[in-house]
């Protein structure tokens, strides 16, 4: 019975301590009880062969071990959380994704762009791996919570239907107000643009005489310009055309693509350079008080245009995400004039 | 994989839920009379009801834990065996089970 000994004791190792002999005892004496039965068939004691079958039967010392443990819960995160942990990752992934394609889309300009591009796949794996197991952790010490308190029987007592939300219709048509409000919006916005080399005040106030705009902006003033007019282009068209839904989510799309890329000339020239002189002192002006003031203003740009750009990579991805749901719908619209409905 | 071995596993995997379900009903009758492990699994496979090792000797300490069998531990045949019986409140569940089964069982045949 060598064979029946080792088998109890690869169990015991697995099984909780405080069970371990009693299980043992009762394990080894079904299955003894089996093997005598067994030999008392044959009329001769068994072979190693045949204890080994039988051992085989009862299963590997793991799973039988797994099967005596009476824990309530094995498992890290339950199958009433795991839907929204799933969806929660599978987003982070995306924007992850979405954020290092536009990364390497911009480093292909750079002077190494495979070894830019394989730092910036490291990268994504270096902030990907930490993300994972604090959203894990998140969602496993939620499901903890809920199970302990109870919180999904008590979320079920007090649910109402009625405070489901409305089925959203997509729109059939970009709303005449929306279309009016970006035309006078944009309008506004050109002639402001087109004022503001002529009038400083327009953008520094008071403080227009002594301050001034750094030559680096006048290289981004005609992109500016033009995408302003890429935007009230678009209201006028949709004033005409309000049927063609995706026309304003694909020029927010283009016009945000298009910003980021100028952010990221003037933030990778301010990188360079190591100085953010957005802002000068006008040459009729002097003295510290207004070197202060052009530092502190351009401190605060450096700091706005870093994250204006961070945004617009999060938003950019969206936005793409919108803009094939846009299209898509378009599509379908076209194919069938008449509004799906839910049976 | 074939078209016939995917059903063959369906099915296969449908049978075992369904009997799972009978199979806490099964030993609770079968331990009415006192019974230790290995003899218990014999008597249920002889009445049709077989079920592995595995699943049967935790499932005997769980109905234990849940206060539906008592287990004692006594000799016999010169070893020292731990038989199972019902408990006061198993057979109050038992017999409840019983009538559920007895109502699913009749609900079925009505539909078939």
């Known amino acids: 019975m060598e064979l029946l000994e080792r088998y109890l004791r690869a169990v015991k190792f697995f099984l909780p301590r405080r069970q371990q002999d009693d299980i043992l005892r009762e394990l080894s004496e079904n299955i003894l009880s089996q093997m005598e039965d067994q030999a008392a068939e044959l009329g001769r004691p068994l072979n190693e062969n045949e204890q080994a079958a039988i051992l085989k039967q009862h299963g590997h010392p793991f799973v039988v071990a797994s099967r005596f443990r009476n824990t309530p819960v094995q498992y890290l995160i339950g199958p009433v959380v795991f839907p929204f942990y799933w969806f929660v990752l599978k987003i982070l992934f995306w924007i992850g994704v979405g954020v290092c394609a536009l990364n390497s889309i911009a480093l292909l300009s750079s002077g190494e762009p495979v070894r830019q591009l394989l730092y910036g796949l490291l990268g994504f794996t270096h902030v990907a791996l930490p993300v994972f197991g604090w959203v894990t952790f998140v969602f496993a010490a939620h499901d903890f919570f809920q199970a302990k308190f109870h919180l999904v029987d008590k979320l079920n007592q007090r649910w109402d239907p009625r405070s489901l939300p409305a089925i959203a219709t997509p729109p059939q048509k970009v709303r005449r107000s929306e279309s009016i409000f970006g035309l006078i919006g944009g309008t506004v916005y050109i002639a402001w643009l087109l004022a503001v080399p002529y009038h400083p005040y327009l953008i520094f106030g008071p403080a227009a005489s002594a301050l001034r705009l750094a030559p680096e902006w006048h290289r981004f003033y005609l992109p500016v310009v033009v995408l302003a007019i890429a935007g009230l282009a678009q209201a006028v068209i949709n004033l005409v055309r309000p049927e063609w839904t995706w026309l304003p989510p694909v020029t927010r799309l283009v016009s945000n693509v298009a910003v980021l890329v100028i952010l990221r000339s003037i933030l990778r020239s301010v990188l360079k350079a190591n100085s953010y002189d957005f802002v000068l002192v006008a040459d009729s002006a002097g003295g510290a008080r207004y070197e202060t003031v052009a530092h502190i203003a351009n401190i605060a740009i450096v700091c706005t245009l870093a994250s204006v750009a961070l945004g617009l990579s999060i938003a950019v991805i969206i936005q793409a995400l919108q803009c094939l749901k846009e299209i898509w719908q378009w599509i379908r619209r076209r194919g069938n004039p008449l509004p799906s409905r839910v049976s | ?112």
């Open chain 2, 1 to 112: 994989m074939t078209s016939s071995t995917s059903n063959h596993d369906l099915f296969e995997n449908l049978r075992l839920e369904l009997r799972r379900g009978s199979l806490v009903l099964a030993v609770l009758a079968a331990l009415r009379k006192e019974q230790y492990g290995y003899t218990l699994r014999k008597t249920l496979g002889e009445q049709g009801m077989a079920i592995d090792e595995g699943t049967l000797y935790p499932l005997l300490r769980r109905l234990e834990s849940q206060g539906l069998l008592i287990s004692e531990w006594r000799e016999e045949e010169k070893r020292n065996k731990r038989f199972y019986r019902l408990s006061t409140e198993g057979k109050v569940i038992l017999k409840q089970l019983l009538a559920e089964w007895q109502s699913i069982n009749s609900s079925l045949n009505g539909m078939l």
